[in-house]
T-cell receptor
Framework: EAQVTQNPRYLITVTGKKLTVTCSQN?????MSWYRQDPGLGLRQIYY???????DKGDVPEGYKVSRKEKRNFPLILESPSPNQTSLYFC?????????????FGDGTRLSIL | QKEVEQNSGPLSVPEGAIASLNCTYS??????FFWYRQYSGKSPELIMF????GDKEDGRFTAQLNKASQYVSLLIRDSQPSDSATYLC??????????FGTGTRLKVLA
């Protein structure tokens, strides 16, 4: 089954404790992206990757890091999480290397930073 | 800041009616437009995408694009209670970015 898999689905943690949210897709997609979704603000793009080893900032990259060492994986790293990063996070992937294709979304990760 | 705007709703329509959802965007250079449906607590799922001016139909759904007016809409015919969800408009901005609207909540009344 074609899918984007995120882990964990839920996480409660404390300020400053480094965490990683994993994302993996099995569709051989070139493009992958991370979003956060907050009430009243919609989905905002954090980082995206057009190909292996190629990443760039979206609209809200502060406080986040990403890497793309393999085509299928695109982890989101919070080096020193803060309460304002409490949010619902989605990973997405799409065929092609640009923003002209529909995206497939993972099931989401709900992060609470205390 | 490039933007995509949607009325937050809720838009309430009776079962069997046509629901009309609208979206405007600020980046005149945008070339790709997407509609996603998101049920509460779930991930967005693609409904339709459109690249060219005019209408594109898929079953009960029709996407309409007017690039001159920077306007894209989604029509849902014969609305069903199961269509009740938040509908997200997304625009491909530049070569690599996507910008989403905040979504319109649709309620289909049985």
């Amino acid at each position: 089954e074609a899918q984007v898999t995120q882990n964990p689905r839920y996480l409660i943690t404390v300020t400053g404790k480094k965490l990683t949210v994993t994302c993996s897709q099995n569709m051989n997609h070139e493009y992958m992206s991370w979003y956060r979704q907050d009430p009243g603000l919609g989905l905002r793009q954090i980082y995206y990757s057009m190909n292996v080893e190629v990443t760039d900032k979206g609209d809200v990259p502060e406080g986040y890091k990403v890497s793309r060492k393999e085509k299928r994986n695109f982890p989101l790293i919070l080096e020193s999480p803060s309460p304002n990063q409490t949010s619902l996070y989605f990973c997405a992937s799409s065929v092609g290397t640009g923003s002209n294709q529909p995206q497939h979304f993972g099931d989401g990760t709900r992060l609470s930073i205390l | 800041q490039k933007e995509v705007e949607q009325n937050s709703g809720p838009l309430s329509v009776p079962e069997g009616a046509i629901a009309s959802l609208n979206c405007t965007y600020s980046d005149r250079g945008s070339q790709s437009f997407f509609w996603y449906r998101q049920y509460s607590g779930k991930s967005p799922e693609l409904i339709m995408f459109i690249y060219s001016n005019g209408d594109k139909e898929d079953g009960r759904f029709t996407a309409q694009l007017n690039k001159a007016s920077q306007y894209v809409s989604l029509l849902i015919r014969d609305s069903q209670p199961s269509d009740s969800a938040t509908y997200l408009c997304a625009v491909g901005s530049g070569t690599y970015k996507y910008i989403f609207g905040t979504g319109t909540r649709l309620k289909v009344l049985a």
